[in-house]
Nanobody
Framework: QVHLVESGGGLAQAGDSLTLSCATSGRPSGRYAMAWFRQAPGKEREFVAAIGWSGGSRLFSDSVKGRFSASRDNDQNTVYLRMDRLYVDDSAIYYC?????????????????????WGQGIQVTVSS
């Protein structure tokens, strides 16, 4: 079982920056393709960003492209979501997710069903 734990969320003002972290542990160990999703109250969960298992590929939703960046430290088994120029509409619970097997490539990078392991989520609230 792979465990994902998000951290770094909280309260920010519009225009501020926050960095979320997602630490992975458990078995099978390895480098997983990872993604970030978010869900705001009353809205469906939506894709935010993804990063390939090697860190060489990244994908972002149109709503965050140019403001958010993703990175990973495979030695620390941690992925990061750097969120710059935050909007009030970025307020949501953010989830990190991992593909089902190490070093695999999701067929649909932005599709939640491609990710098997999920963190518990972390709140990000952006005030105006």
């Amino acid at each position: 079982q792979v465990h994902l734990v998000e951290s770094g969320g909280g309260l920010a003002q519009a225009g501020d920056s926050l960095t979320l972290s997602c630490a992975t542990s458990g078995r099978p160990s390895g480098r997983y393709a990872m993604a970030w999703f978010r869900q705001a109250p009353g809205k469906e969960r939506e894709f935010v960003a993804a990063i390939g298992w090697s860190g060489g590929s990244r994908l972002f939703s149109d709503s965050v492209k140019g403001r958010f960046s993703a990175s990973r430290d495979n030695d620390q088994n941690t992925v990061y979501l750097r969120m710059d120029r935050l909007y009030v509409d970025d307020s949501a619970i953010y989830y990190c997710a991992a593909a089902s097997t190490p070093e695999s490539v999701p067929l649909c990078t932005y599709c939640s069903h491609e990710y098997y392991y999920w963190g518990q989520g972390i709140q990000v609230t952006v005030s105006s």
